[in-house]
């Protein structure tokens, strides 16, 4: 083997050693790039709109916070995300979570974000611990509804999830037309 080759064959390895260690420092670098920034504090919105699939959900949020003094960390516990404290053996040892989804270059967790950072759309591989989305916000109502803090909770989806609906004036019939034909009289 000439100096010349072995020189080549001495940096295609060097290459090909470092390539996955520059690779995993621009994915740790776009991952800080994409942490969302902190969520701030906004005005308690009056109503909260859901579109589902099995009808929208209308949530009366000042009512909630304002009438029945639920606290902002009732419902939205991402809020103090940083300061939750998750076994993360129990959590997420073989699961899907990426380590950099919550901790970008350091061992600090990203501010909080989306619900389905933590709680995906997806149902395979989920624990009781951190249910899908959907089953995260049921849950999030059943705090006080089902303990009896808070009024009864419907089973019924439709209590919840309404359908569209036409205004009331377009969906009263008329009484049924009598039967066509020729009277008849006794």
């Known amino acids: 083997m000439t100096t010349r080759t072995a020189t080549w064959s001495h940096l ?5 050693l470092l390539l996955p260690t520059a690779t995993a420092a621009a994915s740790a670098a776009d991952a800080k790039a ?5 969520l ?3 005005a308690s919105p009056e109503t909260v709109r859901w579109a589902s699939s099995v009808g929208e959900v209308v949530f009366q949020h000042r009512l909630h916070t304002e009438e029945f003094g639920a606290e902002c960390v009732s419902c939205h516990h991402e809020t103090v995300a940083a300061s939750l404290e998750l076994p993360h053996p129990d959590y997420f040892d073989g699961f899907w ?6 901790h970008t270059g350091s061992a600090t967790p990203a501010a909080a974000g989306k619900c389905v950072v933590c709680h995906p759309e997806r149902t395979s591989g989920l624990t009781l611990e951190m249910p899908t989305v959907k089953v995260a916000i049921h ?6 509804h089902d303990r009896g803090t808070g009024s009864e909770a419907s089973t019924q989806c439709g209590f919840c999830h309404q359908r569209s609906r ?8 008329a009484p049924p037309a009598p039967p066509a034909g020729p009277a008849t009289s006794k």
């Open 12 to 16: 295609l390895t060097a290459l090909c």
């Open 34 to 38: 994409e942490t969302p920034a902190p």
């Open 40 to 42: 701030p504090s906004p």
């Open 97 to 102: 979570v990426d380590c950099a989804v919550c």
């Open 139 to 144: 849950r999030s109502c059943w705090k006080c």
């Open 166 to 173: 036409e205004p009331q004036s377009q969906t009263t019939k």
